[in-house]
């Protein structure tokens, strides 16, 4: 499987996890920094969440991290959590914007 395949699909899986707070997925709202493909296809996913108080965080990060390795080809996971640069609205996509009525 090429690396771009792989970061689509593990792209497409993050599409179907949800921050319980909010009702888009965290790719629509930019809390996926980076995918990083490293060797023998371990997987780095930088990301952040709405606020740094989320008392969901437990719970969005090991559903990111099972999605991930249920992926064929994926040997492990490594998911960073980082408040670095701090979450806005700007990064949320336009869909999401419009979705919550931010636009």
Known sequence: ??????????????????????PVNIMELGLVYAIKI?????????????APGCPV???IIREVDEKVR??????????????DPPWTREMMSEEAKL?????
């Open 99 to 103: 979705e919550l009525g931010f636009l």
């Open 1 to 22: 499987m090429s690396e771009a395949t792989l970061k689509e699909l593990i792209e497409a899986q993050l599409r179907t996890v949800f921050d319980p707070e909010i």
């Open 57 to 59: 965080a437990g719970d």
């Open 70 to 83: 249920n992926i064929e080809g994926v040997s492990d996971v490594d998911v960073h959590l980082t408040f």
């Open 38 to 50: 490293k060797e023998n296809n371990r997987i780095g996913i930088d990301m952040t969440l709405t």
